[in-house]
């Protein structure tokens, strides 16, 4: 008989960011665990700081019964003379089975085979649910975790107690130490004490009366209410940032949006400090009005306390003192300037130097992208030639003094950003600010790009020494390990030059640029960084880009064309009727070598339909195009010449020439395909 199911591991207060991390998973991993074990159930999955609840409305007393199905070997070894042979015997004896004739009989692999069925009755799920619960809790992944006592296993924080009910009845088992209780605990406002708990119903109406929101959802809203409610009343307006509620959402069983402030004087510091002061530290929400940063803050109580009063005064002492160091730091930078001497005395990876190596190194590489890309940088920018070399310079020798300052030793995650203020304040070229601003983006796959090339370049240093430098000293990643963020930065490189829209032929660019580091394995690299570009197109029919890398062209912005034009050429809902005609181009001519020069001699045609495929292929071939596009079009405007062909000429032709001679045609066109991409790889 199915009931009610309630599962509830109760923790010390869950970390919100690695939990957040492992919380999409958290469903599938208890969904699998219960299929494996034939409990098969809808369920919900709740959670608050100190909680993991599972609650399924109607749970299967028993594991759903089957017949298992044992084939054993065939009747022709199994019996002889119709009596078991050792074969059979064999089986009989593997099964349990008395008999041959308490066997069945099928097929398999066309043969007929013994057959053992087997009734396996479901066990209750009073005696699996610990395995379960064990299992579901071990396979959890939250990246560090924690012992306590003198347990061996592992969590993300002690579990300090665990309610299992099914029905009105508590289900007994252990994890991690625990034994399963019939009490839970309400939100630490209401008691420290534990709550008795007698039925499934009580435990919801329980937490609800005790100030714990068990809905994630619930919570969230409630927030979002209170915000707003701030908003009208204060006419001002909150960012809410998603990364932050979610946050919120998790470090707290009851939530409570106030208002809080601090002094004006602080708002002398740069908005991205005051924000990161409140967000990373404080997990407050910036107020705005007018566009403009306000002294103002949203904190979020977890409280329930009526006079919130003294929360707020507690969060505005602690958000003071943050940013009163961070003024301090701020001025202190302001006065010593942007100055990167320093950094010749930090060690940036042992066997690659400095900081002020990386530097230099880093300089060399903008200067060569400079020559590069010279003409469009100066048409862009309407700066001199000789003026924007010395800006670039400039711009990198400089872009990693902020790492010096004390600001950015107290705020890490503010390199750049610190230097772009710095920077300003220096009456730094504007090029060169923004530069300094931007010199690490983009930082993800959906990041934001430099603004212009010229910050392009500076960023551009910046990734590519870092992927140069960690390759020659053969620090590549590996597996899901990448310590140095290295696909980050290759998927970076790609982003930019997509992005410009410029000719960036990778392995001439990596061997230009390897001079300054140690001799290493140059198509190493160039292969990890062509694996990255899967990435950029993720709503691309992989096969078209593998089809594009096949052709060994290694110039991103003729791969970006080739697979933007193939991507669009075959998005039509004749795309397989289309590809059909091509993928046969391609298999008759497999066994012919394109990379030799195809002769095509027309006196060898005897048909109508070798001639017109051979004019129309010849004008296409003779024509100039404006880009890929166009080019994929008319090859592609071939297909109904090439079926006709197809429909009323012999390819295999017993004559040996013309044989060849049809081949031929045929290859050439393949080959024309080819330079933008190997047919046979795309699949649709």
């Not at 990198?396 to 920077?423: C, H, N, P, R, W």
């Not at 129309?616 to 890929?628: H, M, N, Q």
């Amino acid at each position: 008989m199915n009931n009610s199911l309630l599962l509830e591991i109760g923790v010390e207060e869950l970390p919100a960011i690695p939990f957040l991390k492992e919380l999409p998973n958290i469903k599938s991993k208890f969904q699998k665990i219960l299929e494996e074990r034939r409990l098969e159930a809808d369920f919900e999955f709740f959670y608050t700081p100190r909680r993991l609840v599972l609650f399924s409305k109607n749970f299967p007393s028993h594991a759903r019964d089957i017949t298992e199905e044992i084939y054993g070997p065939p009747l022709e070894v199994a019996l002889k003379n119709g009596e078991p042979s050792k074969a059979g015997i064999g089986f009989l004896n593997k099964v349990g089975a008395k008999n041959i004739e308490e066997l069945d009989r099928a097929y398999k692999n066309d043969k007929e085979v013994l057959l053992f069925k087997k009734d396996i009755k479901g066990e209750a799920c009073e005696s699996l649910i610990e395995g379960v619960v064990v299992e579901f809790l071990e396979s959890l992944s939250f990246g560090k975790c924690m012992r306590w006592g003198s347990l061996r296993s592992e969590f993300i924080r002690p579990i300090r107690w665990i309610l299992a009910l099914f029905g009105e009845k508590v289900l007994e088992l252990e994890a991690f130490g625990i034994r399963s209780k019939r009490y839970t605990f309400l939100h630490r406002s209401i008691s420290y004490e534990p709550k008795n708990i007698e039925s499934i119903s009580e435990y919801f109406s329980s937490l609800s009366e005790g100030g714990v929101v068990l809905d994630a959802k619930k919570r969230e809203e409630i927030i979002r209410e209170g915000v707003a409610k701030i908003e009208q009343e204060e006419g001002v307006s909150v960012e809410l940032d998603k990364e932050l509620l979610e946050e919120i959402v998790a470090i707290t069983e009851s939530p409570k949006p106030l208002l809080g402030s601090f002094d004006e004087e602080f708002l002398e510091l740069p908005p991205e400090v005051i924000i990161t002061s409140m967000k990373e530290h404080q997990r407050y929400f910036a107020v705005y009005k007018d566009g403009a940063l306000t002294n103002r803050f949203v904190l979020t109580s977890n409280s329930l306390s009526k006079d919130q009063s003294k929360v707020t005064t507690g969060n505005e002492k602690v958000l003071r003192a943050r940013l009163s160091d961070a003024l301090f730091f701020y001025k202190n930078d302001l006065k010593n300037g942007l100055d990167s001497k320093g950094l010749e005395s930090i060690l940036f990876l042992k066997d690659l130097g400095t900081l002020g190596d990386k530097r230099d190194r880093e300089v060399a590489i903008a200067l060569e992208l400079f020559d590069r890309y010279e003409k469009k940088i100066c048409k862009e920018s309407g700066v001199e030639e000789n003026e924007l070399r010395f800006l670039v310079e400039r711009a990198v020798k400089i872009s990693k003094a902020d790492l010096l300052t004390e600001m950015v030793y107290e705020f890490t995650e503010l390199q750049g950003i610190m230097g772009y203020y710095y920077a300003k304040a220096a009456n730094e070229h504007e090029l060169v600010q923004k530069a300094l601003k931007e010199q690490y983006l983009p930082t993800g796959e959906s990041s934001p790009l430099p603004s212009n090339i010229f910050s392009s370049i500076v960023a551009l240093s910046n990734k590519l020494d870092n992927l140069l430098a960690l390759f020659s000293i053969g620090m590549i990643p590996t597996g899901t390990k990448d310590p140095f963020a290295l696909r980050r930065a290759a998927l970076g490189v790609l982003r930019i030059i997509k992005n410009l829209g410029v000719s960036f032929e990778l392995n001439s660019v990596i061997k230009s640029l390897s001079g300054e580091y140690r001799d290493f394995e140059i198509k190493n690299l160039e292969d990890f960084m062509l694996e990255r570009i899967y990435s950029i197109y993720k709503d691309t029919n992989p096969s078209i880009i593998k089809a594009v890398l096949e052709t060994k062209e290694r110039d991103i912005k003729k791969i970006d064309e080739k697979i933007e034009a193939l991507k669009s050429l075959l998005s039509g809902d004749n795309a397989k009727e289309i590809f059909s005609t091509f993928r046969r181009v391609a298999n008759i001519t497999k066994d012919v070598d394109i990379s030799k020069e195809l002769k095509i001699d027309p006196t060898l045609f005897d048909s109508e339909y070798e001639e017109k495929l051979f004019r129309e292929f010849a004008y296409i071939d003779e024509s100039s195009f404006k880009g890929a596009k166009e080019e994929l079009e008319a090859l592609f405007s071939l297909k109904e010449r090439l079926d006709l062909f197809f429909d009323n000429v012999m390819v295999n032709s017993e004559n040996e020439k013309i044989r060849e001679n049809r081949k031929n045609l045929i290859a050439t066109i393949y080959s024309s395909f080819r330079k933008f991409a190997d047919i046979k790889e795309i699949t649709i």
